[in-house]
């Protein structure tokens, strides 16, 4: 009987642990400057999955919230990244937040973010058009 216990706890404390890892990662990811919450779905997938999208120099990359992975879910090119279109969501949970469809590369996915979010997105790409202004 106390092996049943005892594995019970460290089945239970195993768990918190994951969860408390998985918490503090979506946190530090979220705290980094560039980054923002978004849903992310890939093609005409319903399976939608939440998680934090961070902007670098040449890339976007986007971690799902629960996962303990050190690596982001996707990654798309800046050079390669096009928006299709942005509609804001009707639903009352998702007010003010816009449905974002994009394509990278020829494959099709869909974003949910905030309308700061998604000005955020659209003047990141287009700084990185390739047109650079000299100031003399």
């Given at each position: 009987m106390p092996a049943v216990i005892?594995?019970?706890?460290?089945?239970?404390?195993?768990?918190l642990v994951v969860a408390a890892l998985s918490t503090v990662r979506v946190r530090a990811l979220a705290r980094r400057p560039g980054a923002f919450a978004c849903g992310m779905r890939r093609g005409n997938s319903p399976d939608w999955s939440d998680g934090v999208a961070h902007y670098g120099v040449t890339r976007i990359n986007w971690w799902r919230c629960?996962?303990?992975?050190?690596?982001?879910?996707?990654?798309?090119?800046?050079?390669?990244?096009?928006?299709?279109?942005?509609?804001?969501?009707?639903?009352?949970?998702?007010?003010?937040?816009?449905?974002?469809?994009?394509?990278?590369?020829?494959?099709?996915?869909?974003?949910?973010?905030?309308?700061?979010?998604?000005?955020?997105?659209?003047?990141?790409?287009?700084?990185?058009s390739g047109h650079r202004l000299s100031v003399v």
């Open positions: 005892f594995a019970t706890v460290a089945v239970c404390v195993g768990a629960w996962s303990l992975s050190l690596r982001p879910a996707a990654s798309f090119r800046r050079s390669a990244l096009t928006i299709v279109s942005a509609t804001p969501l009707t639903e009352s949970d998702e007010a003010g937040r816009l449905l974002v469809n994009c394509r990278c590369d020829g494959v099709d996915f869909a974003w949910t973010m905030s309308g700061p979010a998604f000005e955020g997105l659209s003047s990141w790409l287009e700084a990185g």
